[in-house]
């Protein structure tokens, strides 16, 4: 399928397309004496002096939030070098919404399906199951560099027309590698395939300079392209839950139309837009150099602990993924589970066992934290495993 032939209304759910969004008299009158929304205009119900109120100053919390976002949505698509603006952008309560809204908008329950490519992030499957929407899968090459393998990509769209969303995860969850730029190109423009390709680029900001990183440009090329990004890692601000849909305004018109109307809180608007100024951002690339670096540091101690085997993956992500062995050398599930559930229950480190996905057999998935965490890090797994 050539880009410039997609026909987005012909993937978009018949009862979507014919939908009449919710308007507000906010949508067209947003100053004034605001006596439309049945708000209480007498404040919120809170201690003055607290700190949810100090902390809320200035935001009129008695009031809906802005439907809209367009400030918030202009920085991000200069931060993100987005030619387009407020149009091209969906904002979710964390990608998790944005993963949702996909399949409120393109799948019929019942009857269409979306192609996932493992070993990859689980809440695609999850939200499948919710909307009652069948799951295939083109697993990524299992030699541990877990690229995609479009041939079989192919094969899945040929073989199941209601396939109307692919997702691929770059840099992927848990495997820590971006997919090439070359093999992305190419499942967006099978010629086969008539639905849309949602790219998760919710670790891209680790991926190391001189590589290649964001697709998110390439939206006004591709225009059955979505590109997923969220402010949970590199920005720090898991706890405001914002995600990011990046695409066409024609698809962004559709999810927009079908969210709810206030999604988006004032108080996580006001953060969001206070970390995309000037001294935020500075503290932005300040942080990703640590982590990169403390990332880099954990892979050079790994080489030195005896029991530990691979770290998968390209290692473009905030976390690594580790094999643990045996005593034979060979990756074991047991060992690795034994080894997560000692340091979480008795030792208070937190990781991931990840030995039952495809491809990760005895695998622990590592977040980098700060140095004095991944000193406890090291210092654990090497006393696990002596």
Not at 56 to 69: A, E, F, T, V
Request: hydrophobic share 40%; proline share 5%.
């Amino acid at each position: 399928m050539a880009a410039t032939t997609f026909d987005i209304k012909s993937i978009v759910r018949p009862n979507i397309v014919a939908l009449k969004p919710y308007r507000c008299a906010r949508d067209d009158y947003s100053s004034g004496v605001l006596l439309d929304a049945n708000e209480n205009a007498y404040g919120p119900a809170l201690n003055p002096t607290s700190e949810a109120a100090v902390s809320s100053s200035g935001l009129d919390i008695n009031r809906y939030p802005d439907p809209h976002q367009h400030d918030l949505k202009n920085l991000i698509a200069k931060f993100r070098n987005i030619q387009g603006g407020p149009e091209n952008f969906f904002l979710g309560v964390g990608s998790d919404e944005v993963i949702d809204m996909l399949f409120r908008v393109f799948c019929v329950p019942g009857k269409d399906a979306v192609l996932i490519t493992p070993p990859t992030y689980g809440m695609y499957s999850v939200s499948a199951q919710i909307n009652d929407v069948q799951v295939h899968k083109a697993n990524l090459t299992l030699d541990g560099q877990f690229q995609l393998n479009v041939e079989e990509i192919e094969k899945q769209v040929a073989a199941h027309p209601n396939i109307k969303i692919i997702f691929l995860c770059s840099p992927g969850n848990p495997t820590g590698s971006a997919l090439s730029h070359e093999s992305m190109k190419r499942v967006l423009t099978m010629p086969n395939y008539k639905g849309i390709v949602a790219v998760d680029e919710a670790y891209v900001d680790f991926i190391d300079a001189g590589k290649e990183g964001s697709t998110a440009t390439w939206v006004k090329d591709y225009p059955n392209l979505v590109v997923m990004q969220t402010m949970s890692k590199s920005f720090g601000l898991a706890g405001v839950r914002l995600g990011i849909a990046i695409t066409s305004p024609e698809i962004a018109f559709y999810m927009n139309a079908t969210k709810a109307p206030y999604n988006i809180a004032s108080t996580t608007s006001r953060v969001a837009q206070e970390a995309l100024q000037p001294k935020g951002l500075e503290i932005l690339h300040k942080h990703i150099a640590v982590m990169v670096q403390e990332r880099d540091r954990l892979l050079e101690a790994f080489k030195s602990i005896t029991g530990l085997g691979r770290v998968l993956g390209t290692n473009d992500s905030n976390f690594v993924l580790v094999e643990i062995l045996d005593k034979d050398g060979k990756p074991s599930n047991d060992r690795a589970f034994k080894i997560y559930t000692d340091m979480a229950s008795k030792q208070g480190l937190v990781v991931r066992f990840r030995g039952t996905e495809i491809g990760c057999e005895g695998c622990l998935r590592i977040t980098v934290g700060t140095p004095e965490e991944n000193d406890v890090v090291i210092r654990r797994l090497t006393e696990q495993l002596s």
